[in-house]
Nanobody, 119 residues
């Protein structure tokens, strides 16, 4: 089992930057692909970014590609997302996700961290 705790959210002006962190517990952290999702008020949760278990592959939603960078350090059981050039439409609760597909699909979620971008 993996427990995830996000941090780093806050209030920032448009054009600013934030760095989100996701700390994972458990010895199998490096067995999981890790990702960030977000949910704005009145909207469904949406994919933001993902990084493979070994950090070699990354994927981004078109809306954040070129502005956000996802990374991880398995030795520290931690994942980050650097968010630059933030826009008001980036305002949402951001959730950390651990994903693994073996015989079954397993997903773990953090509690979320609020990011608010003012115009």
């Amino acid at each position: 089992q993996v427990q995830l705790v996000e941090s780093g959210g806050g209030l920032v002006q448009a054009g600013g930057s934030l760095r989100l962190s996701c700390a994972g517990s458990g010895r199998t952290f490096n067995a999981y692909a890790m990702g960030w999702f977000r949910q704005a008020p009145g909207k469904e949760r949406e994919f933001v970014a993902m990084i493979s278990w070994n950090g070699e592959d990354t994927y981004y939603a078109d809306s954040v590609n070129g502005r956000f960078t996802i990374s991880r350090d398995n030795a520290k059981n931690t994942m980050w997302m650097q968010m630059n050039s933030l826009k008001p439409e980036d305002t949402a609760v951001y959730y950390c996700n651990a994903h693994r597909e073996t015989a079954a699909t397993t997903d773990y979620w953090g509690q979320g961290t609020q990011v608010t971008v003012s115009s």
